[in-house]
């Protein structure tokens, strides 16, 4: 079985549909998963006690639902009544959906030119015996609607598989590290390998040893797609598939190229974010202000910028107003960054992520600093007035930032004269533009591309 990819490189995989910016293993998921061009699209499913397949990742309903309901005991009237509720788990704007069974996905998608990765959930402690009926009744469902052939069975148990590759049916094995013999899955049949992304290398090179398919999971960022990329990977899984495809190409003009919510954002992967779009704004609130923990640093990526790479002439020029509503103390910041990589900076990163940080303190201060090879430089900084921060009243900073090749330049505009620092400085690349607190809060306004 033979797939193409979205352009050169590893497979897109949708995991549990498009599920960064709509909610996870729903109709409305799967749909725009299919919609933004995933060859591959993957559901987890769990056999309910009337022998429905129900397309759920918990082995209850209470994270995604709010109903301590095992779905184990789930009969497909109740897939019918019992409604997702995304404003539970990261998906605010979304209203209620319907829980899916996968006879409605292949109902409602089954003529969709994509390949399904069905992967089998069960709870804990669930015998080989049962296992092997989730495999049996995956292989029937994708029969009964004519999509076997484009249907491949996962697991973190080999039951499913086997009764997948008894079928004729592709099968994957998952397994976190990776550690599972390579040589033994491939005897058995099995013909791709799912493993983390942070696997050994080794683990992936030995499953290419014997020709298994290495599909790691969740990959989010292209600084990690590119990495399992170079290591000859076949596909990654991923909940923002439009943003992975390797043919993705920015709108041209907003700084936001990333549409995941809130638009653009991909949180640090140390500490994420707890932050929410607030008045046409990002607030990060810095979760450090009540314990007064000085050292908390919290990120967002806002998205690629068209144009911002070695191999182009790097001019561009950023507006954004930033809000500070709690300063944290006189020595704390919100912060902007302008990184190599879409990995969240923070403290953590140092050493992975060369970046220039403009710091915006509320005494005044206009800072500008970089972290290259894991140490933190001050280039320039310059003195403004001083901000009456206030929650109920808060200080509105605008800042312009220009990249002309080395030259980079922070312009506070709301001041009579403006307040400038720039740097010459050569070391970083910047291709991402990233929000940031430490141990502040502050809301981020209208950044945009001119």
């Known amino acids: 079985m033979t797939f193409n990819p979205c352009g050169p490189g590893p497979v897109v995989i949708a995991h549990r549909g498009a599920s960064a910016i709509a909610p996870e293993n729903t109709l409305a998921a799967l749909s725009m998963a299919i919609t933004l061009g995933a060859p591959l699209v993957e559901v987890d499913v769990q056999l309910g006690v009337d022998g429905t397949l129900i397309c759920v990742h918990d082995t209850t309903l209470a994270r995604t ?40 996905v292949f109902a409602e998608f089954g003529r969709a030119p994509v390949t399904w990765l069905v992967e089998a959930k069960a709870p804990s402690g669930t015998d080989a015996a049962e296992w092997a009926r989730i495999g049996e009744a995956i292989v029937a469902c994708a029969r009964r609607w004519g999509v076997a052939s484009r249907t491949i ?6 039951e499913p598989g086997y009764a997948a590759i008894r079928n004729g049916i592709p099968a994957c094995f998952n397994a976190t590290r990776g550690a599972d013999d390579p040589y033994v899955l491939s005897q058995e049949g099995f013909s ?7 696997a050994d290398e080794d683990n992936i090179a030995a499953a290419h040893a014997v020709g298994l398919k290495v599909l790691p999971y969740t990959v989010n960022r292209h600084v990690d797609r590119d990495r399992l990329a170079a290591l000859g990977v076949w596909g990654i899984v991923t909940d923002q598939p439009w943003y992975l495809s390797r043919d993705y190409q920015p709108a041209p003009g907003p700084v936001y190229t990333t549409p995941a919510w809130p638009h653009g954002h991909l949180p640090s992967p140390v500490t994420p974010v707890d932050g929410q779009v607030d008045g046409g704004g990002l607030v990060l609130a810095s979760p450090s202000l009540a314990a007064g923990d000085a050292d908390n640093y ?12 070695a191999a182009h002439a790097r001019q561009v020029c950023v507006d954004v107003d930033v809000e500070l509503l709690a300063a944290g103390g006189p020595s704390r910041s919100a912060q902007i960054h302008l990184a190599e990589t879409d990995i969240g900076y923070d403290d953590n990163h140092h050493g992975r992520v060369d970046a220039y940080n403009v710091l915006v303190r509320a005494d005044g201060e206009l800072a500008l600093w970089a972290a290259v090879d894991g140490a933190a430089i001050e280039l320039a900084t310059a003195q403004g007035p001083p901000l009456a921060v206030s929650e109920t009243a808060p200080a509105r900073v605008s800042l312009q930032l220009r990249v002309n090749g080395p030259r980079v330049e922070v312009t506070r505009t709301d001041t009579s004269p403006p307040v400038t620092v720039a740097t010459d400085n050569e070391q970083v690349q910047p291709r991402y533009v990233g929000l940031g607190v430490r141990a502040a809060k502050a809301r981020f306004l209208d950044l945009r591309l001119r």
Not at 76 to 103: I, K, R, Y
Not at 192 to 198: A, I, N, P, Q
Request: charged share 10%; glycine share 10%.
């Open 65 to 104: 639902h709010g109903v301590d309901l095992p779905v184990a005991d789930m009969t497909v009237a109740d897939a019918a009544t019992l409604m997702v509720q995304p404003h539970l788990f990261g998906h605010p704007a979304w209203g209620p959906q319907p829980t899916p069974t996968l006879d409605r």
């Open 153 to 158: 069975v996962s697991g973190f148990h080999r």
């Open 192 to 198: 791709y390998y799912g493993m983390r992304l942070d």
């Open 298 to 309: 919290t990120a967002v990526i806002a998205g690629a910028v068209s144009g911002w790479s």
